[in-house]
DNA sequence: TTGACAACCGAACAGTCGTTCTGTAGCTTG
DNA sequence: CAAGCTACAGAACGACTGTTCGGTTGTCAA
């Protein structure tokens, strides 16, 4: 009757059982299992309700035509960091749901390796000795960038700077030199995330 | 002739083209898919390549008999300091060991949550605005750790020391005083590691 | 030079995929 | 109480899936 479009009913509860076979599988499933997993038992009704859920935004298709999580897929209902009492909901506290904390890190996964720290030249740009670097793999960089460089046959970790016509190292840390290598400057790569374990 | 099993080789480009593939749609192709995609034009040696891919621990098979990533497909190289000499190309080259992000971070997933941090209290433990702590739920904990405490209803990161009888909570920058909490102090549990995501 | 093996191609095939279309039960709405 | 809608069920179907099996080519050792 009125003019605003309304838009079709979609189960939260189904997104959700989606989201816990996404989560144990990381894969999606097919439409037959997808019926059953949803006590659902005609493919076409499936179907259906796919297509609601890729027109809100929660599935999506491949290139080749393949079912694959959308963009709000990974969305969580954003819990502050207040807590209400007693226990918060243990769940992230973030606006998205991580399914890894590897695909947080990591977007292209055969340009990144890990690398680890050595010395406290950097603590000051808090990166301790034993962390380990996220590292894109990158023959260049931009100044400012904290970059892993190849120096004297060793990774080194340093703030790329210029100056005037000369790339330089500069380390966070007053107790170190700045670095100002002869020749060309070989940059192995950016750093894109950081990885600490204690305890 | 030899007694030990060789084992038929495998494709590291292979691989790498499909972890590209999946950290873009998260989810993993049918075989004609993946044959253009390694530039294979038969899917009866795809078939082939998948069996040692799933062997060798890097895909597996859901309950539905659906391809899924496999324990080892989010394996990351962690490269050597030191450098041999030139690098062309350090994916080929050894001295690198694999590990998984999640693995290293993560022991228990039911008791392991992270928390953002907010505020830059904790800076001199290389602690930053922004980061994601891997907190461990636990409702105690020593001395000396860093923990996650329920203070006024917010989430709050510090050291745990004791002054005396009680308990207090030492920020890691000067310019935050001690928190003494009254009563008892609500611990929601220990730092086991950190995330931090830059670019 | 023969044979064994590894790396691939290509055709054939049964099974499964997702779509479409028709049907029906239950609930509103007027 | 008929009209209209939503939430499903079920069958039919062509397209595509992954497997099997029988080639072909190149390499290397005997």
């Known amino acids: 009757m009125a003019l605003n479009s309304q838009k079709p009913a979609l189960d939260p509860a189904y997104l959700e059982k989606l989201q816990d076979y996404y989560a144990e599988h990381k894969v999606i499933p097919s439409y037959s299992v997808l019926a059953s997993l949803w006590g659902i038992s005609a493919k076409s009704w499936v179907s259906e309700c796919v297509k609601r859920f890729e027109e809100a935004g929660y599935l999506d298709w491949t290139p080749d035509k393949q079912l ?81 460089a190849i120096v004297d046959n060793e990774f080194t970790v340093k703030y790329l700077e210029r100056e005037k016509t000369q790339f330089v190292l500069r380390p966070a840390n007053k107790a170190y030199p700045v670095i100002r290598p002869r020749g060309r400057l070989e940059i192995f790569g950016v750093m894109a995330g950081l990885v600490r374990r204690t305890r």
Chains 1, 2 share one sequence.
């Open 68 to 148: 694959k999580p959308g963009g709000r897929f990974f969305e969580r209902r954003l819990a502050d960091s207040t807590v209400q009492a007693g226990l918060p909901n243990p769940a992230i506290s973030e606006g998205y749901d991580l399914i890894t904390i590897d695909d947080f890190l990591v977007r292209v996964p055969s340009k990144t390796s890990l690398v680890r720290v050595k010395g406290d030249s950097m603590v000051d740009a808090g990166i301790h000795e034993g962390d380990l670097l996220v590292v894109e793999q990158q023959p260049n960089a931009n100044v400012g960038d904290i970059v892993v």
